[in-house]
Nanobody, 116 residues
Framework: QVQLVESGGGLVQAGGSLRLSCAAS????????MGWFRQVPGKEREFVAG????????DYADAVKRRFTISRDNAKNTMYLQMNSLKLEDTAVYYC?????????WGQGTQVTVSS
């Protein structure tokens, strides 16, 4: 059974940093693209960053470029999102997603709250 478990969310002041983790289990993810998405109440879930597990190729939403860094640790089957220079508008529930050829999987989400 595939499981994605996020951790690392919390409350941080504007300008601060957090690192989110997504621990993946249940299968090999070498052929997957992994991503971070976020959602605030009343809005659509939006793409934040993605990484191709096989070669580490990355992509970012414009709103987080040069502030967030996505990475993965193959040995630990874990994906990370380093978030720096956090802004109030980064407040959201952050979800990790595994995107495969046949199946997609979501984690349960972790809350990130940025205060002024």
């Amino acid at each position: 059974q595939v499981q994605l478990v996020e951790s690392g969310g919390g409350l941080v002041q504007a300008g601060g940093s957090l690192r989110l983790s997504c621990a993946a289990s249940g299968r090999t993810f070498s052929s997957y693209v992994m991503g971070w998405f976020r959602q605030v109440p009343g809005k659509e879930r939006e793409f934040v960053a993605g990484i191709r597990w096989s070669d580490g190729f990355t992509d970012y939403a414009d709103a987080v470029k040069r502030r967030f860094t996505i990475s993965r640790d193959n040995a630990k089957n874990t994906m990370y999102l380093q978030m720096n220079s956090l802004k109030l508008e980064d407040t959201a529930v952050y979800y990790c997603k595994a995107i495969g050829v046949r199946n997609d999987y979501w984690g349960q989400g972790t809350q990130v709250t940025v205060s002024s």
